[in-house]
């Protein structure tokens, strides 16, 4: 089955302690993205990579970090959480630039 | 990048067709249009795309204008699980079709038993 499975689903955790939150994708993609959700903002784009090695800022790069070391994981980091990254946020991948992207179930964070 | 303009809500009767507009005014020639919908706390999910012509699948119909500055989303027969967030997206493959997605507020769709 086609899945994209984020790691953890909910954490709670605190302002300035490092956290990773993991992506991995069975689909062999090449495209993966990280987006963040909030209420009124919609979708965000925060990083996204073409594949291997190659990572690209999105719309909202400040305070996360990608690394792409696989093809199959993406794992986001937030170096120093701060407040304003809590947020609900959704790995995708897609095949190319054009296909079908999949989404994982999302990661609800909050920082306090 | 072109932007997309949707209604903010909808609401349709279960059983029912819906039509789910979308006003891209500013398309390029290279532009797609895509859909997909967000299920309440889930992940969003692909729908349909097309270019030019219309298209149909399993899960719903996309009708294009023949100007290609508006589209529409049919959903033959609503059912209780279609109510969701639906986003109509342009993607270009040749200008950073992937990496340029703006995803715009949707339109929720309440469907009434």
């Known amino acids: 089955e086609a899945q994209v499975t984020q790691n953890p689903r909910y954490l709670i955790t605190v302002t300035g302690k490092k956290l990773t939150v993991t992506c991995s994708q069975n689909m062999n993609h090449e495209y993966m993205s990280w987006y963040r959700q909030d209420p009124g903002l919609g979708l965000r784009q925060i990083y996204y990579s073409m594949n291997v090695e190659v990572t690209d800022k999105g719309d909202v790069p400040e305070g996360y970090k990608v690394s792409r070391k696989e093809k199959r994981n993406f794992p986001l980091i937030l170096e120093s959480p701060s407040p304003n990254q809590t947020s609900l946020y959704f790995c995708?991948?897609?095949?190319?630039?054009?296909?079908?992207?999949?989404f994982g179930e999302g990661s609800w964070l909050t920082v306090v | 990048d072109a932007k997309t303009t949707q209604p903010n809500s909808m609401e349709s009767n279960e059983e029912e067709p819906v039509h789910l507009p979308c006003n891209h005014s500013?398309?390029?020639?290279?532009?797609?249009i895509h859909w997909y919908r967000q299920l309440p706390s889930q992940g969003p999910e692909y729908v349909i795309h097309g270019l030019t012509s219309n298209v149909n699948n399993r899960m719903a119909s996309l009708a294009i204008a023949e100007d290609r500055k508006s589209s529409t989303l049919i959903l033959h027969r609503a059912t209780l699980r279609d109510a969701a967030v639906y986003y109509c997206i342009l993607r270009d493959p040749f200008s950073g079709g992937y990496n340029k997605l703006i995803f715009g507020a949707g339109t929720r769709l309440a469907v009434h038993p």
């Open positions: 500013t398309i390029s020639g290279t532009d797609y």
């Open positions: 995708a991948s897609s095949s190319n630039s054009l296909g079908t992207i999949y």
